[in-house]
């Protein structure tokens, strides 16, 4: 027994080995291409063993992976660090967990074609409907730091380097079965060319692919400007006054702005304090800025703000409204609504506003309010976020130019970033506060995000955080003019304005889609299966 959990301690480190290197290492993504073999040869040494409650080492090494790639986490919050982990990796052994069951009921490779379905479907899932979701470690992220090989992803979105991830390992797995228990001399040379063909096929051919693929660009172009401030997130607001850090910003931006030509000027996330979205014009920052850009007629700015929607009704206009204020002659209450936004202003007065639809958990959103809103007040709270996100997608306007603003967290979710580009949007823009996890890979990790958003739809995107790394990223992932971290800088570029759409934007998520239909599929057979 102590030779078996020496086995699996090698093989659980190999696996976490393996599958983290790609979130932290630039240019290693290939390795998760075998990065699970480790771990279906434990759970296939377990199966032949008889091993009980092998659970807990799946589960051990997906804490593991899991700890390795996202303890930054923490820097933010220990607790939501410890829940991400733990929380995350049950879930993938949950889904592991269900291959197993089905193993028993189908045979040959039937279970190994529901444990990629499952998976892929359950990425899905994170990515589209849940409310408490974390899908950063989605195996197809593991080329945002090797985007030459991904440039399908215009194809397939992220989900299809999921798909790649399990062809590979399940065909390096497959070879490694057939060598350990000796099948493999009995095969016909035909079997044997096919099967080595088959799994050259699968590490080659995407790559090909990829190689093959070219973007041609429209010509057209926009101005942008970037401003990094660095301010500290922690101290925001209690170091250096509002007034100081609008400042601050319009020095760093004011040389770089181009006269005669319309241009865009970017802020980060929530870079100005709270205000009431039905006053904005008697805002203080606002009206500098007004002032500002009327030196710089041809400009536009797009800056992230804390906000509130208020309103005057008998009852709240949703569950996680505040009540402000007693009611008036007619029971009548104040209400506000809390909002992280995207803002955009120029000479005119004219002024757009976009609410952040992805929230974080907890430190924005409450998930599944109606049971949790209750229970915090049961409980003598409110302890989470209360923010309420936008229910449609829509654009922001550079004159007559539409683009997308992903603000933060939104940047992680694919297939969300293609409903900027089917409204119209000509190019993306991130804006962000990536400080929170200090100089970590966290920060890095999420500006890859945007190199693949980029791949995706095929549009430019400008990235503006309030500390590095902005930058604006090429429509194949490459980025430019990118900007250190943790120092007071600006950057000037263009962006090229598309409005071809990429068949991922025009079909939407076909990968995940088909995976949800096999799972579906797979488990019913295995549920009217006898043991096998």
């Known amino acids: 027994m102590k030779s078996k959990t020496s086995v699996f ?7 976490t080995l393996l599958m983290s290197l790609p979130w932290l290492v630039p240019g290693t993504g290939a390795l998760a291409l075998v990065g699970l073999v480790p771990l279906l040869v434990m759970e296939r ?33 220990l607790g939501g660090a410890v829940f991400a982990v733990l929380a995350n990796a049950l879930q993938m052994s949950l889904v592991f967990g269900a291959f197993r069951w089905v193993k028993r009921r189908l045979g040959g490779v039937l279970p190994y074609i529901f444990l990629a379905a499952a998976w892929i479907a359950w990425e899905k899932y994170y990515l589209t409907v849940a409310e408490i979701s974390w899908p950063w470690l989605v195996l197809g992220n593991a080329f945002a730091g090797t985007t030459p090989l991904i440039q399908w992803y215009s194809v397939t979105g992220s989900l299809g380097g999921s798909l790649w991830v ?20 009995e095969w016909t040379p035909k079997a044997g060319i096919s099967a080595l063909t088959g799994t050259v096929l699968a590490f080659l051919g995407p790559i090909v692919w990829s190689l093959c693929m070219s973007f041609q660009p429209s010509g057209k172009e926009l101005s942008v400007v970037i401003g990094q401030p660095s301010l500290d997130p922690y101290e925001k607001f209690e170091s250096l006054p509002q007034e100081a850090q609008d400042k601050r910003f319009l020095s760093l931006v004011d040389g770089l702005v181009p006269e005669g030509k319309p241009s865009l000027v970017i802020a980060p996330e929530t870079f100005t304090g709270s205000f009431f979205l039905d006053e904005i014009g008697l805002n203080a920052s606002f009206r500098r800025y007004q002032k500002w850009l009327k030196g710089h007629p041809d400009a536009t700015l797009l800056f992230g703000a804390s906000a509130y929607d208020r309103s005057i009704s008998y009852s709240a206009p949703s569950i996680l409204s505040y009540d402000r204020g007693r009611a008036d002659a007619e029971g009548r209450h104040l209400w506000l609504t809390s909002r992280n936004s995207a803002v955009v202003t120029d000479t005119s007065g004219r002024c757009e506003v976009f609410h952040k639809s992805k929230l974080v958990v907890g430190t924005e959103l409450t998930p599944y309010p109606k049971v949790f809103v209750p229970l915090e007040k049961l409980l003598g709270g409110p302890y989470m976020g209360k923010c309420v996100g936008q229910k449609e997608i829509s654009c922001l306007h550079v004159g007559d130019i539409p ?12 297939e969300y970033c293609t409903g900027y580009v089917r409204k119209g949007a000509q190019f993306l823009t991130v804006i962000t506060n990536d400080a929170w996890w200090g100089d970590t890979p966290g920060y890095r990790q999420h500006f890859n995000y945007s190199r693949l958003r980029a791949i995706e739809t095929r549009r430019w995107v400008a990235r503006c955080g309030n500390t590095g790394i902005s930058a604006i990223i090429g429509p194949d992932g490459k980025y430019l003019n990118e900007t250190p971290w943790w120092q007071q800088s600006a950057l000037y570029g263009k962006v090229g304005l598309e409005t071809s759409l990429t068949p991922f934007v025009r079909y939407g998520d076909i990968v995940g889609r088909v995976s949800v239909l096999l799972f579906a599929l797979l488990s019913l057979a295995a549920l009217f299966r006898r043991k096998h």
Request: glycine share 8%.
């Open 9 to 15: 301690i090698i093989l659980a480190l190999l696996f």
């Open 45 to 77: 040494l377990a199966a032949q063993s008889g091993v009980k409650h092998f659970w807990w080492w799946h589960y051990l090494a997906f804490v593991l992976w899991n700890a390795v790639t996202t303890w930054w986490v923490a820097n933010a919050t």
């Open 166 to 185: 399990w062809l590979t390992n399940l065909s390096v797995f497959g070879l490694v079965t057939a060598w350990a228990d000796g099948s493999m001399g």
């Open 403 to 414: 683009f997308g603003t992903a603000v933060c967290y939104e940047s992680v979710y694919g």
